[in-house]
């Protein structure tokens, strides 16, 4: 679940924010100043994946606090800056602080629940793959979500065919699938593509490999499998 902290001067904004919020499923938390925020912020137990920080505060304004985040503590913490001001001068200053978006008071709940959501979209689009989502074995690593190959660090140039066919084989490592199969899922309806198109992609697949391509194993009567 994404972590939330909520940063205004005024309680009726973060009860009405923390209460919607936690309704659609976040982990919320509220802060009335920053200099507080800032202390949970430096808390290294808690890990916050979106700050929603009012610009006008006593004390330390939003956009000191903005400041502090992305230079002294080097964070890359998604900012949603709320404010009653809304000038182009006031937006330029949130941007060039980091600042994600700039949501005007008053405000529309519906507003921002889809603005935060927008947000995730694009940071979890420009995460790079976590580990669990990489398929590996001895060197061999494919990137289903960038469709990339690489062997011993060095970029593997695969047709988009021979991709999709090492996907599906190394996916399902140790199970076997005929010539049928393969065709059937790689190819779908694509017309006048005989079973020795599969055997074809096979063996050039095994030779890119070089040494790794013995993974590639057939067996009559079964079909092909990689072999973990």
């Not at 009567?221 to 072999?227: D, E, S």
């Amino acid at each position: 679940m994404k972590r939330i902290l909520i940063v205004d001067d005024e309680q009726d904004i973060c009860e009405i924010l923390q209460f919607n919020l936690e309704n659609a499923g976040y982990l919320v938390e509220s802060s009335n100043s920053a200099e507080q925020a800032l202390k949970q912020l430096v808390d290294k137990t808690k890990a916050y994946d979106l700050l929603i920080l009012d610009v006008m505060m006593g004390g330390m304004s939003g956009y000191q606090l903005a400041r502090k985040i992305g230079t002294e503590m080097d964070s890359k913490l998604p900012i949603v800056f709320l404010t009653a001001k809304s000038t182009e001068n006031d937006l330029l200053t949130g941007f060039s602080l980091g600042g994600d978006d700039y949501i005007a008071k008053p405000f529309s709940i519906q507003e921002v629940l889809a603005r935060i959501k927008a947000i995730f979209r694009r940071s979890e689009s420009n995460m790079p793959p976590r580990q669990d989502e990489l398929l590996q074995s001895e060197g061999l690593i494919l990137n289903p979500k960038a469709k990339t190959a690489s062997l011993d660090g060095e970029i593997l140039t695969l047709t988009k065919k021979e991709f999709q066919i090492l996907d599906m084989l190394m996916k399902a490592s140790d199970s076997y699938f005929t010539r049928e199969q393969i065709l059937d899922r790689i190819w779908g309806d694509e017309s006048f593509v005989l079973e020795r198109t599969v055997d074809v992609h096979i063996a050039r697949l095994r030779k890119k490999l070089g040494t790794r391509g013995e993974h590639l194993q057939s067996r009559p009567g079964f079909g092909y499998c990689w072999l973990s």
